[in-house]
């Protein structure tokens, strides 16, 4: 039995991860400091045999008994309003993080893969994005925290692959979405669908003319799964092509949920990016990889969960706030 360590485990993407390694067949280490991951995430895997989750910062030494076949490090926090309340830490986990776990996977001669992102491109100069765009980041701006750390964090797993020969992988993420993402995550589709439901005006930043492009969690977990057992060292976009303004996909949540919800435009945070598509042009070549599911069986498997979520809230008569887009 493989065992696999995924590091920010409870989190969004981490314990979809959890769930696919389990099935196929992995003694899996689900490690996470819950900052912003919840353990209801992976709660319905504690006590099944192969599954262990650990809580711990990994911005501290890691350490994990016994033999190690790969270690994803998913550790960090991941949208707006989660780097933007933790600073400090979303740098330690980018970088003292990623050095801890690189060590434990050289140490126990593993195979390990970075989770990256989009967001290394910064506001794009070039579109769509490829691999070879280095980018256009402001490191000292309010995003530079995260954009920066995954940089770092880049150059760190290059480092750990030329230095010592470790067996490594990078995946940058462009925007996905899917059941388990939180309602005050801030990211523009749990914002949008939670506004729609809720019968609020859907906030929109800027003119809307900003474009992004949404990817549905179970085609990022297949293509991980293929990139962790490749051989490409080299970073690799992970992400839907399909592009849409962020206006359009405002009226498409609209249209989408019935909701009777008007527009409120609203200034455009610092250094938002005006671009977003990936070139998987290499995903396609070099992992037999491209997205299977439409948005729009995407977003309505992703509504459902919402709509669970949102009878919940009122249940309990409470409110989640939705703050920021990214």
Not at 13 to 20: A, F, I, P, T, Y
Not at 131 to 139: A, F, K, M, R, T
Not at 168 to 177: A, P, S
Request: proline fraction near 6%.
């Amino acid at each position: 039995m493989p065992r696999t360590l995924i590091t920010g485990g409870a989190g969004f993407v981490g314990s979809h991860l959890c769930d696919r390694f389990v099935e196929l067949g992995h003694e899996v280490i689900c490690m996470d400091n819950l900052i912003t991951g919840n353990a209801d995430n992976v709660a319905h895997l504690f006590g099944r045999p192969g599954f262990t989750f650990v809580k711990h910062n990994v911005s501290n030494f890691i350490w994990v008994p016994g033999s190690l076949d790969n270690v994803l490090h998913f550790a960090s926090p991941a949208s707006p309003v989660d780097y933007l309340k933790h600073p400090i830490p979303t740098l330690k986990v980018g970088a003292l993080g990623t050095h801890n776990a690189l060590g434990l996977a050289y140490h126990k001669g593993a195979r390990f893969l970075l989770a990256s992102t989009s967001e290394v491109y910064g506001d794009p100069q070039k579109h769509p994005q490829a691999e070879d765009y280095w980018g256009n980041v402001n490191p000292i701006g309010v995003r530079g925290v995260y954009d920066e750390a995954k940089r770092f964090a880049e150059a760190l797993t290059m480092a750990y692959h030329r230095a010592h020969g470790l067996k490594t992988r990078i995946v940058r993420i462009f925007n996905t979405y899917g059941e388990r993402m939180r309602l005050d995550d801030g990211r523009v589709l749990p914002n949008f669908m939670g506004q729609a439901l809720r019968g609020e005006p859907l906030t929109v930043y800027g003119d809307g003319g900003q474009t992004r492009s949404f990817q549905y969690v179970s085609d990022l977990v297949d293509g991980i799964v293929a990139l962790l057992e490749s051989d490409e060292v080299a970073p690799v976009n992970l992400g839907n092509p399909e592009e849409v303004t962020v206006l359009e996909f405002a009226r498409e949540i609209i249209a989408l949920t019935r909701s009777g919800s008007e527009i409120a435009f609203r200034p455009l945070p610092q250094d938002d990016p005006q671009l977003r598509r990936p070139d998987i042009a290499k995903a396609r070549r070099v992992l037999g990889w491209e997205p299977k599911v439409s948005r729009g069986e995407g977003l309505a498997r992703t509504l459902a969960y919402f709509q669970r979520k949102i009878e919940a809230e009122r249940a309990a008569g409470g409110r989640t706030m939705a703050r920021t887009e990214a």
